[in-house]
């Protein structure tokens, strides 16, 4: 939670702020003692798998439900206990939750007539013109397709002007190039109107694709918070690690900072690992590298100078197009991921290879292991050693 910012006195006007925030249904806990600030016109996206408790935390900012303790803040204005028509917030939902008797028009204008405004034409059409929807006004939702139907769910959510809007799983009814399309969409969308957007999601590459800051969620709780490039390259946990993306984590033992270094035993092997890029410089350690920073090649003889390196068996091998990813039993019977770059200057490697995976030790990390904390390298215990994979 170190990362996570706490309310203070001396937070800008337009941010939204989470103070000791919880949830417990019963004797569970959703949301833990959140403690958050969403900078004024950020796009932050609240990340983790299901049940996680992102989408309870949404729901509390929306005042879709109430908080066991805690409060939200938009400013210096409590609205915890602001209904949710009350609140300058508006929701967009995966699904989209348009009304079918209404054509597009009166769907995105649905919100200023509610509120006895006249004369909405003229906004309206600036609205759909932001989603690129220009004269789409007089179809029915369902003559559109599920991209254009989502477009028309922001438009209505936008026009009401929002000081904070709230994107629940906003793109899981898409298909892949659709969602990817508005990923663009909405990032661009974002850009202009200068809103606070707040993005829940379980999609890592939405995340790291659209926000400006992510925080990772697990158990109630934030892991990690930062730009995506910051968790992805530096994660603070395991967990973290592994739901951003892979990582290769190797248990090992940290001997101490000596210099600019860590130096790291694990499996028989010394490593070491740069000292700005160590969450813990002593005790029970994660080695971690990522799958696209591991070269594969023939021999120990070919390992570049500075490199560190192991050996081991390919067991698996699979093209996915740009890259080719790889497992590889190492002597002790752990596994690594490697994905290697199908760039036409190799040809592949069949399974039964011998070879040899190395890293440049600038591109690893040092993370904390609770002591008798599995590998996640090493097959399970009931698992033999050398078990086709």
């Given at each position: ?42 796009f932050f996206a609240l990340l983790g798998a299901s049940g996680c408790g992102k989408t309870t935390t949404l729901r509390m900012i929306a005042g879709l439900e109430e908080p066991t303790a805690g409060q939200v803040l938009l400013g ?314």
């Amino acid at each position: 939670m170190g990362a996570a910012t706490a309310a203070g006195r001396d937070t800008p006007a337009g941010d939204l702020r989470l103070a000791n925030l919880t949830k417990r249904f019963g004797a569970v806990i959703a949301v833990d003692d959140l403690n958050l600030t969403v900078p004024q016109g950020s796009f932050f996206a609240l990340l983790g798998a299901s049940g996680c408790g992102k989408t309870t935390t949404l729901r509390m900012i929306a005042g879709l439900e109430e908080p066991t303790a805690g409060q939200v803040l938009l400013g210096d204005r409590d609205v915890t206990r602001l209904r949710p028509y009350k609140r300058p917030v508006n929701t967009v939902f995966q699904s989209y939750a348009l009304f079918p008797h209404l054509d597009v028009f009166e769907n995105v204008a649905f919100g200023l007539r509610r509120r006895g405004i006249r004369g909405v034409r003229d906004q309206v059409e600036r609205m759909l013109t932001l989603v690129q929807l220009e004269g789409y006004g007089p179809r029915r939702p369902a003559q559109l397709s599920g991209g254009q139907q989502q477009r028309v769910a922001l438009a209505r959510a936008l026009i009401n002007h929002p000081r904070v809007l709230l994107l629940d799983e906003p793109l899981g009814a898409l298909d892949l190039k659709l969602r990817r399309q508005m990923q663009v969409e909405l990032k661009r969308i974002q850009s202009e109107v200068g809103i606070t957007f707040v993005h829940v999601t379980h999609d890592q590459e939405e995340a790291m694709t659209m926000a400006d800051t992510v925080a990772v969620m697990n158990a109630g709780r934030i892991e990690q918070l930062g730009a995506p490039a910051d968790l992805y390259e530096y994660p603070a946990t395991a967990f973290v690690a592994n739901f951003l993306g892979q990582s290769n984590l190797l248990a090992g033992e940290a001997a101490g900072a000596g210099g600019d270094e860590v130096a790291v035993s694990a499996h028989g092997g010394r490593f070491s690992v740069p000292a700005g890029r160590a969450r813990v410089a002593r005790g029970p350690v994660h080695l971690g590298v990522r799958p696209e920073k591991l070269h594969l090649v023939d021999s120990a003889d070919q390992v570049p100078a500075g490199c560190q390196h192991l050996a081991g068996v390919v067991t698996d091998a699979s093209y996915v197009g740009v890259s080719t990813q790889y497992l590889l039993r190492t002597g002790w019977g752990g596994e690594l991921s490697v994905f290697v770059a199908n760039s036409g200057t190799a040809g592949p490697l069949p399974v039964g290879t011998q070879a040899v995976a190395y890293w440049d030790p600038r591109h690893a990390f040092l993370l904390p292991r609770e002591p008798g904390e599995h590998d996640p390298s090493t097959p399970a215990r009931d698992e033999p050693v050398g078990a086709p994979s």
